[in-house]
C-alpha cells in the first residue's frame, strides 16, 4: 500500500520531498476570510525523475511513489500569480497543467502545509517559491500518462453482477457518520449495506471531524458506487482496507496522483468497473445509476435513486447526489423525493433549486458532515433554500411543524448514523454482525 495512503502511518508520516510535481487539487472557499484553501496533489519531482522508478509497472510505481499534498490559503486576486494558473480555469476544474512546486523553508516563501499521509492531521509547516512553474513538456507527458486512468469502460452486465444483492429490496437507506466526508447505503432488515454510495473519510486538516468508525459492514457482499474522486467519498477503504476487495463502480473522471493510486489498489484486486459513458441512466431494479451533466469534478459524476416499497405497496425514491448540485442530477426536476442526501455537505452550490418536501412522515433531508469543519457546512444559506422547499428545519424556523431535517454531527453514544427508512413504522434495525454496535443508527 503506497504510504500515503496507509492509515497505520498517520502519526509516522514519510519525510515531505524537496521538490513536486502537483496538480490543483480542489479549492474551498473558507468562510468570512475572502480566502480560498487550495489544495495541490503531487508526487516527490526528483524520486519521479529518476528513469528507474520511471520504468516501474504500474503496481510497484503505485505502491512506491512518494507522494504528498500541499495546501495554500489563497486570496482570489493572488491566486493567478502565485499559481501561475488563470483563477477562472481552476474554478472550471478542467484538466490543468502539472506544476512544480518548490519546498523552502518556512518564511523563505509563500506559506504552506505539506502533508505526505492522507490520515495525519497536522501537515508540516513549508513555504513554495512562487509563481509555481510548469515542468518541461516532456516531462508533462510523461506525468500526464502515468497518472491517467487507463481501464476500460465496463459493460453493464458486469455492472449488474457487481450489484449482486443491491438488486433486492432494502428496508431503507442509512448515512454513516464518518465525520466530514459521504458514506451511505441501502439496508436490508438485519440493517446490513446491500450497497454502499461512497465510502468516504475526512482527511488531513478535517481529521479532527472523524467519528472514529472503523469497521463497516460487508456482510452482504457489497458493491460500492463512487460518486467522484475525492477522498471524503472514497478514503475509509483505507480505514478498512476489505473494501478494497469488494467491487468498486467509478465515474471516469480526471484523477489527481493520489486519487489514481487508491485506483491501482482496486485495479490490483480486480475490483475497478468504470461507468460506461452512455446518455441514459443505468436501472437495476430498485437502484438507478446516474451520470451527473456537470463540468466541475463534484457535478460529473455518479448519483444513485434508490427506491423502496412502504407497507401499503406505495414505491418512494431517495435521491443521493454525492457532492453534484440537484440541477446536475439527470432528471432531477421529474422525480418526488421522499428523502435526499444534500449535496456537497450542505454547501453553498451553485444553484438555488432543492427538490419539494413531499411531506410524509418519513421524509427526511440528511446533511452528511463533520461538525467544526472549516469549511462551515452545511451553510446556512443551504438551510433556507431546503427550508423554502418544505425540508422544514427547527435550526432555521421555530420547530411548529415536524422537523424533517437530520444531521450526521448529532452524534448520541458516539455516532450520528441516520436511518431513512422507506415505511415510517419501521424501527431503526439494531446492526449485530458487525462493529459491536458502532455501526447502528442512532436517529432516524
Ligand atoms: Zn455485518
Ligand atoms: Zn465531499
Known amino acids: 500500500m503506497n ?22 487539487e480542489k479549492i474551498e472557499p473558507l ?50 500569480g502565485i499559481l501561475g494558473i488563470a483563477w477562472d480555469d481552476i474554478l472550471e476544474g478542467g484538466a490543468g497543467p502539472w506544476l512544480t512546486i518548490e519546498l523552502l523553508p518556512p518564511t523563505h ?18 513555504a513554495v517559491r512562487t509563481p509555481l512553474a510548469q515542468p518541461p513538456a516532456r516531462r508533462s507527458t510523461q506525468l500526464r500518462r502515468r497518472f491517467s486512468l487507463r481501464a476500460p469502460k465496463a459493460s453493464l452486465h458486469a455492472i449488474r453482477h457487481a450489484l449482486g444483492g443491491a438488486t433486492a429490496s432494502s428496508d431503507g437507506l ?47 457482499q457489497p458493491a460500492i458506487v463512487l460518486s467522484h474522486w475525492d477522498l471524503d467519498h472514497f478514503a475509509s477503504a483505507n480505514i ?3 473494501a478494497l476487495s469488494r467491487p468498486w463502480i467509478v465515474p471516469r473522471q480526471r484523477l489527481g496522483p493520489t486519487h489514481r493510486a487508491f485506483a491501482q489498489q482496486l485495479k490490483n484486486n480486480n475490483c475497478l ?23 466541475t469534478i463534484n457535478d460529473s459524476g455518479l448519483a444513485v435513486i434508490a427506491e423502496g416499497k412502504d407497507r401499503s405497496g406505495n414505491t418512494h425514491q431517495a435521491l443521493l447526489p454525492g457532492d453534484a448540485r440537484y440541477t446536475a442530477v439527470p432528471g432531477y426536476n421529474t422525480h418526488t423525493f421522499l428523502s435526499l442526501v444534500s449535496p456537497h455537505h450542505g454547501a453553498q452550490m451553485r444553484s438555488s433549486w432543492t427538490p419539494h418536501c413531499p411531506g410524509l412522515t418519513q421524509s427526511r433531508l440528511v446533511h452528511s458532515f463533520g461538525r467544526g469543519n472549516s469549511f462551515r457546512h452545511p451553510r446556512d444559506i443551504t438551510r433556507q433554500r431546503h427550508q423554502a422547499s418544505g425540508w422544514n428545519d427547527p435550526r432555521i424556523n421555530p420547530p411548529r411543524h415536524p422537523s ?19 415505511d415510517s413504522a419501521t424501527a431503526i434495525p439494531p446492526v449485530n454482525c458487525c462493529g459491536n454496535g458502532s455501526l447502528t443508527p442512532t436517529q432516524t
Not at 39 to 57: E, I, K, T
Not at 109 to 126: D, K, L, Q, R
Not at 278 to 295: D, H, K, N, V
Request: charged content about 15%; proline content about 9%; some cysteine.
Open 404 to 422: 424533517r431535517v437530520r444531521e450526521t454531527a448529532d452524534r448520541n453514544g458516539g455516532y450520528g448514523h441516520v436511518f431513512i427508512p422507506w
Open 273 to 295: 468497473l468504470v461507468w460506461p459513458k452512455r446518455s441514459s441512466p443505468g436501472a437495476f431494479g430498485p437502484i438507478t445509476i446516474l451520470e451527473c451533466g456537470g463540468t
Open 31 to 80: 468562510p468570512a476570510t475572502q480566502q480560498f484553501s487550495v489544495r495541490l496533489d503531487g508526487v516527490d519531482a526528483n524520486w519521479f525523475d529518476q528513469p528507474l522508478n520511471q520504468s516501474l509497472g504500474d503496481g510497484d510505481f503505485f505502491a512506491r511513489a512518494p507522494l504528498a499534498a500541499v495546501e495554500l490559503e489563497l486570496v482570489e486576486p493572488d491566486a493567478a
Open 109 to 126: 516563501g509563500y506559506p504552506a502545509i505539506i502533508y505526505t499521509n492522507v490520515f495525519s492531521p497536522e501537515g508540516s509547516s513549508t
Open 3 to 24: 504510504p500515503f495512503l496507509n492509515f497505520d502511518r498517520r502519526f509516522q508520516p514519510p519525510l515531505p520531498p524537496r521538490r513536486l510535481y502537483a496538480q490543483v
Open 174 to 220: 442509512v448515512v454513516y457518520d464518518i465525520g466530514q466526508g459521504n458514506c451511505n447505503a441501502a439496508v436490508n432488515s438485519a440493517g446490513q449495506p446491500l450497497l454502499y454510495f461512497d465510502f468516504g473519510s475526512p482527511y488531513n486538516s478535517q481529521m479532527h471531524t472523524w467519528s472514529g468508525l472503523r469497521q463497516f459492514c460487508l456482510c452482504q
Open 240 to 242: 478498512d482496507t476489505r
